[in-house]
């Protein structure tokens, strides 16, 4: 059987940056899209014996703004890969930066999910995030969207945000359950250094966020989102049944991929690599057909249980004993019989049916109990 | 050798003014070493010895060096420790000097602990030689910094040699000085065989080598020697001289000779420095005077970080005893910290450098409790106990009164940063006794100051109220009446012993507040509220809480993600890993030597 595959292409362009963003995206910088795009397609090439005779299971073309680039530009990349009518090909969208024959140009270019970074959808909310559209922008996009023959569609909320309510989020949720969306992926906050809002937060200008609130939220989306018969399937995912995303839970699963692409990653024969995050440096390198790798990580066998841990834990079907033992030729609750124990009576993991899983408790605080597998 | 070509001398400095620089010069210059042999700093051998630049363990070395005379000359260099906790290891090996080299930074004068060494070697007769380093400063004022020595300490200085030992200038006046202004060793040869034990060792193959200085009389190598105040007895495997990292093996030591003991001895303890070497084929009826026992002034709990490496924790110990008879520990325990041991150093420096050797040299994780000193308790029923812990104390209503030791205190600093050390001593109990200029420029103060003050980061205090001017000088001096409390630490309600310190009951309630907003910064957030208090018999007098944190995930972990966020919890892991279970809250480690930076 050919081994599964998974493609992530990186667009690091938007129309503008927004309050929280630490990720590697410009705004401002339409003019480099030409020599972007050649790059990514000489990185693609590079990559001929890694693609040969794999089946590419997902495509992700993720950003950044990956609407904001004109369809043809994504064309081209699509136009570099093999692939069938079968795969999950995903493209991020932001609405007020697309329309309805954008969906229909995707729609031919062979993409079949698309995934919609809303966040909220309350123009005061908006508003604070620094985001450049509203909520009937957003509304009228995901009719287009569907208009266009698109079924499966994912929205991006954030919770947690400061000065967005309990009620604000509420009525987000709602939003989403009357348009009948499949997938939602619900993000609480984190604030990162180097962004506005972290500035805004050391001045004072904005108020600290409350836990208790986001916990609040958090417990809001997995309940209410349920009685619409959308399923938490992982720490921050939720899906109407065989609508979960297959690209991203092949890195929870730790199926290959090869992202490509300004500081994109890749997991290959238990590598895992990562681009340079400097745009100057990887037209350069690409120019003179090099890899614009930038580090290289060979990981251990215990670094591959570790992570084969953590990353389970964040999916609901959590560590199924058998398969872990049969993988690593080892016995998963002998060796870690004492972390298990304590992790239990903490109430922070529990287990059924032969599998580990975090508890609603381990949702809220899953780093304390990753770290006891690092 | 003739005697009159024998010098032995010591090189005595304030800390930092060159002494181990000037030092390895000498040994370089007598052609010891090339100096592509040479490494910085030969005598000072220990890691951590070069690290804080300061000598731990004393040594000697032997240099031949043909003087302008056209004679050669024997130089037994003895180094000398560097600082206040082992002033009594300094003492003995000035007593096996004839003289002393006193090095003084031509930028910085005459210092605390100039001072205090200079006034030892006079006690014990040395000839004192000065030099003057680092003339070649900027800042160096050469013939101030004579009429300092001249004024202030009151010795011929007007022949010191102006040297640079950094910058190789001058070197070989010193050598040619030390020739021709210290005097040779007086000649006992026919007196009953003494020599003075300044320092010794434990090598894995030689098992314990004695360092001495042969005072009277001859010990030959088939001798049988006898050490007066331990009264142990054994027969002499190998004699000699030393050399830099290395021995020469001779028949004998005769008086006023410098070298090493070797007998199959197995235990340092069994050879105090300051104890007397004499031998039974021609005994001595008197050991040299001016043997102490060791007295540990400072004592802490060191506790193994991870409970079951108490045997190694054990093992390091006995290990570093081998190698340091002051160093004095036995097992206790702790409700909080498990098994570990009480330790008893000559000063807070001494165990500082105990606990960084522990985790060094044995890649231990310790934690240290807040140091304590002996405190006398009279009990109403007329007992005295000692304590040196303060979960050790009786309850209040057993206790008629407390004494605590007071230490004399001398502070040499310039003039203008006199108002705030002033206030520093006073602020930490400290009884002015005296001020003296001792020039235009700076002054020196005595104070008694209660000992515990002292422990409680006072170095570190007057460094920063002088911009690192101020030096010190202490010693013990007595035990006083004072009025002291214990202070307990309760988390989440729980009395933590390892927290628990004796305070002076004037300072009782700043130290108890400070030591709750301590502890609320260092303690962690968990997944409930912890409350912080301090407590003095039972009655709570701060209390601070540790909110509890709700949420701790990373909510977005994707392909990119994986690396990032695998780091971010490897931090989190080695934040773990210095942290302390304490019933349900976890303790940093760095927590139980909190109550040391209350006032900074």
Redesign the interface.
């Given at each position: 059987m050919e081994k599964k595959l998974r493609i992530y292409i990186h667009i690091p362009f938007c129309k503008s940056k927004c309050n929280y963003c630490d990720f590697n995206s410009f705004a401002g910088m339409d003019h480099m899209f030409k020599p972007y795009f050649k790059s990514l397609i000489s990185e693609i090439a590079l990559y001929a014996n890694e693609l040969r005779g794999r089946k590419i299971d997902s495509i992700f073309i993720g950003g950044g703004t990956p609407s904001h680039v004109n369809y043809e530009y994504i064309g081209s990349i699509l136009d570099c890969f093999k692939f069938e009518k079968d795969c999950e090909v995903t493209i991020e969208v932001n609405p007020g930066a697309i329309a309805f024959h954008n969906f229909m140009q995707y729609k031919k270019l062979g993409i079949n999910r698309i995934s919609f970074g809303i966040q909220s959808f309350s123009d005061r909310v908006l508003m604070y995030m620094g985001r450049i559209h509203n909520r009937a922008s957003a509304i009228n996009n995901i009719h287009e969207c569907k208009a266009a023959g698109f079924d499966n569609i994912n929205v991006d909320l954030i919770f947690g945000y400061p000065k967005q309510t309990y009620e604000h989020y509420d009525e987000s949720l709602n939003i989403i359950k009357s348009l009948e969306i499949p997938h939602v992926s619900c993000y609480s906050l984190s604030i990162e250094e180097n962004t506005l809002l972290y500035n805004m937060l050391k001045k004072g200008i904005m108020p600290y966020p409350d836990e208790k609130l986001d916990r609040d939220m958090y417990h809001l989306s997995i309940k209410s989102l349920q009685k619409a018969g959308i399923y938490q399937y992982e720490i921050s995912n939720f899906a109407k049944p065989g609508f979960e995303c297959r690209h991203n839970i092949g890195y929870w699963h730790r199926d290959e991929y090869l992202g490509f692409g300004l500081s994109a990653h890749s997991l290959y024969n238990e590598y895992r690599y990562c681009n340079t995050s400097d745009m100057h440096e990887y037209i350069t390198l690409l120019d003179k057909y090099e890899k614009p790798v930038k580090e290289i990580e060979k990981l251990s066998k215990e670094e591959i249980v570790s992570e084969y841990i953590i990353l389970r834990l964040r999916i609901n079907e959590g560590i199924h004993v058998n398969t872990f033992n049969n993988l690593f030729n080892d016995d998963f609750e002998s060796r870690y019989f004492e972390k298990i124990d304590i992790l239990m009576k903490k109430g922070l993991i529990d287990k059924s049916d032969d599998s580990y899983f975090l508890t609603m408790l381990g949702m809220d605080v899953a780093n304390k109990v990753f770290v006891e597998f690092i | 050798m003739k005697k009159e070509r024998i010098r032995n001398f010591c090189i005595i400095a304030h800390i930092d003014h060159g002494k181990s620089t000037l030092a390895d010069r000498l040994i370089e210059n007598t052609g010891l070493l090339t100096s592509r042999e040479m490494y910085d700093q030969v005598l000072d051998n220990m890691d951590i010895e070069k690290e804080r630049g300061i000598t731990i363990k004393s040594q000697a070395v032997r240099m031949v060096y043909k003087a302008k005379d056209n004679k050669e000359y024997i130089l037994n260099l003895i180094d000398t420790p560097g600082h206040v906790d082992f002033s009594y290891e300094v003492s003995r090996s000035l007593a096996a000097c004839d003289g002393a080299v006193l090095v003084v930074d031509a930028a910085q004068g005459v210092e605390a602990q100039t001072l205090a060494n200079v006034y030892m070697a006079l006690d014990n007769n040395l000839e004192i030689l000065p030099v003057i380093n680092k003339i070649d400063l900027q800042a160096a004022r050469p013939e101030h910094v004579i009429e300092e020595i001249e004024n202030i300490i009151g010795i011929e200085a007007r022949h010191a040699p102006l040297i640079s030992a950094k910058n190789r200038i001058n070197i070989e006046e010193v050598l040619e000085k030390i020739t021709q202004y210290l005097p040779p060793p007086e000649d006992h040869s026919d007196m009953p065989a003494r020599a003075l034990i300044f320092d010794s060792k434990f090598d894995a193959y030689k098992g314990v080598i004695i360092f001495c200085r042969v005072m009277d009389g001859i010990i030959k190598q088939d001798d049988t020697i006898y050490l007066m105040n331990t009264e142990k007895e054994y027969d002499i495997v190998e004699i000699g001289y030393l050399k830099p990292g290395g021995f020469i093996p001779a028949t004998e030591l005769t008086s006023g000779e410098v070298g090493y003991i070797t007998a199959s001895i197995k235990n340092v303890e069994d050879t105090r420095v300051g104890d007397t070497v004499t031998t039974i084929q021609n005994k001595a009826k008197q050991p040299l005077p001016g043997y102490k026992e060791a007295v540990s002034m400072v004592f802490c709990g060191i506790y193994p970080a991870d409970g079951s490496k108490y045997n190694v924790l054990k093992d390091a110990l006995m290990k570093l005893k081998l190698n340091d008879a002051a160093l004095m520990f036995e097992p206790e325990s702790s409700a909080a910290l498990g098994f570990g041991f009480r330790c008893g150093f000559l000063g807070l420096l001494h165990m500082e450098i105990i606990q960084e050797r522990v985790e060094r040299e044995f890649d231990l994780d310790i934690i240290t409790t807040a140091p304590s000193v002996i405190y006398k308790v009279i009990k109403t029923n007329k007992e005295v106990l000692n304590v040196d812990n303060p979960t050790n104390l009786p309850p209040l209503s057993e206790i008629d009164y407390m004494e605590e030791p007071i230490a004399k205190a001398i502070i040499i600093v310039p003039t203008e940063y006199v108002g705030n050390i002033m206030e520093l001593c006073q602020d930490r109990r400290g009884n002015f006794i005296h001020m003296e200029y001792l020039d235009e420029n700076r002054a020196k103060l005595d104070y008694e100051i209660p000992l515990n003050e002292i422990i409680y980061d006072f170095f570190d205090a007057l460094k920063s109220r002088s911009k690192g001017y101020a030096s010190l000088d202490y010693e013990v001096l007595k035990y006083q009446r004072s009025k002291l409390v214990k202070m307990d630490i309760l988390l989440n309600l729980e009395v933590i012993d390892a927290l628990s310190f004796i305070v002076h009951e004037s300072k009782a309630y700043t130290r108890g507040r400070r030591m709750a907003e301590k502890l609320k910064d260092q303690i962690p957030r968990h997944?409930f509220e912890i409350p912080i208090q301090a407590a003095i018999g039972g009655k709570i007098i701060a209390r601070e809480t540790v909110r509890a944190?709700?949420?701790?995930?990373?909510?977005?972990?994707?392909?990119?993600d994986?690396?990032r966020k695998?780091k971010?919890?490897?931090k989190?892991?080695e934040g773990?890993k210095r942290m302390r279970q304490l019933g349900s809250v976890e303790v940093p480690q760095e927590a139980f030597m909190s109550v040391l930076k209350l006032d900074s």
């Open positions: - | 997944q944190y709700r949420k701790d995930v990373i909510a977005k972990c994707y392909g990119g994986i690396s695998k971010l919890l490897e989190q892991k773990k």
